[in-house]
């Protein structure tokens, strides 16, 4: 499954903030679940101890998190940018990020699919396929 996940799985990612665009991540081709499983860390240690720092496995791109009330501050070591998130977006992130990615992986491997289900995800992250 490892072989699978890190060599074959991988997509461009670009995290959405509504005021300042598109910010991709520095190197392309992420292995997807990493990620995702990166953003379940941090959301987790985000709402427990109130601030997170985390980073991929493969690219050491990290992602610092802090809350601040309702809203999560976001700010990423791939930008300059520092996103501010309200707190139950933050919570679906994780959620929203495997989505997108089963999106893509049904879009390259449709034998994949378990179910013939759509899902709509309104997501703050998007990924996409070479």
Do not use: N, W
């Amino acid at each position: 499954m490892d072989d699978f996940v890190f060599r074959h799985f991988m997509a461009d990612v670009t995290i959405h903030d509504q005021e300042k665009g598109g910010i991709p991540l520095e190197t392309p081709g992420l292995p997807v679940i990493d990620f995702v499983l990166m953003l379940v860390l941090l959301k987790r240690e985000t709402l427990a101890a109130g601030e997170s720092t985390v980073e991929t496995s493969q690219t050491q791109d990290t992602i610092h998190a802090v809350r601040q009330g309702d809203t999560i501050r976001l700010s990423y070591s791939f930008s300059e940018a520092v996103s501010h998130v309200p707190l139950s977006l933050f919570q679906e992130i994780p959620s929203a990020a495997l989505k997108s990615a089963l999106q893509v992986l049904y879009s390259a491997h449709g034998e994949l699919r378990f179910k013939a289900t759509s899902t709509t995800c309104a997501t703050s992250c998007s990924l996409r396929r070479d």
